[in-house]
């Protein structure tokens, strides 16, 4: 594997050179695993599910500019340039990142209120393997990390406690890019009982 490329592939986000774009025309593609750039999987390859689908979209129109027109040049004509990707195209960080969240809150929305050691144990098991194969690698060594500060463990007794934990996870990425913050007060409301105005049904 080329050697910057495996260098930048193992660096953290602050140590992150420009992206793509921002590179003098002489140095070597630079991928960032910053939301604004490409990010390179662990093979030193773009990593589709690390990266936004305009970012992506952005790479494939670069490197196909001199090429005839492609099902995906057509796509970028025609589509928005926030989601510039047909909805059946594999997914990149975001829609990837908002499908497993519907997961994860779902998965603690249907917890036990009081869980058995047997139902713990899964509960543990399954989030340290999570953890792990998330497909979005930098991503999930980020969540490992956070996962493992003091604190932080995963609160598997019961489902409010395991609603609790996955709101506060859910909002350590939200501000690590930037977003609001979601009221930890009302996980139950978004993802188990439906609001209390009654929009849900
Ligand atoms: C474990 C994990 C780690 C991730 N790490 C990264 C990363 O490092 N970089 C990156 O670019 N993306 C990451 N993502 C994806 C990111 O979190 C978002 O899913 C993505 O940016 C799309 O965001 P969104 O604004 O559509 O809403 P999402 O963040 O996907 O949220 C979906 C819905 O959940 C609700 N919600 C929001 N916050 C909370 C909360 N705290 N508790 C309960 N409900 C809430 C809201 O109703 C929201 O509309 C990660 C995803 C996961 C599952």
């Given at each position: 594997m080329d050697k910057f490329f495996a260098a930048q592939a193992k660096k953290k986000p602050q140590e992150q050179d420009a992206p793509i774009s921002e590179q003098p025309p002489t140095a070597p593609p630079a991928p960032s695993k910053h939301p604004k750039g490409v990010v390179l999987d662990k093979d030193g390859k773009p990593c589709r599910t690390c990266t936004s689908s305009a970012n992506w979209a952005a790479m494939m129109k670069a490197t196909s500019a001199s090429t005839s027109p492609t099902p995906l040049s057509a796509a970028l004509t025609s589509s928005s340039s926030s989601n510039p990707l047909p909805t059946d195209c594999p997914p990149d960080v975001d829609?990837?990142?908002?499908?497993?969240?519907?997961?994860?809150?779902?998965?603690?929305?249907?917890?036990?209120?009081?869980?058995?050691?047997?139902?713990q144990n899964d509960m543990r098991s399954f989030l340290s393997l999570?953890?792990?194969?998330?497909?979005c690698w930098v991503c999930a060594d980020d969540f490992q990390t956070w996962m493992k500060k003091a604190g932080n463990e995963p609160r598997v007794e019961g489902r409010e406690g395991l609603g609790r934990w996955m709101c506060e996870a859910h909002n350590e990425v939200n501000r690590k890019l930037g977003k609001e913050e979601f009221d930890c007060g009302r996980w139950e409301?978004?993802?188990?009982?439906?609001?209390?105005?009654?929009?849900c049904g």
């Open positions: 829609t990837l990142g908002t499908h497993t969240w519907t997961l994860l809150h779902s998965i603690s929305a249907t917890y036990p209120s009081r869980a058995s050691a047997q139902q999570f953890s792990r194969i998330y497909p409301e978004r993802w188990r009982t439906g609001w209390k105005d009654g929009r």
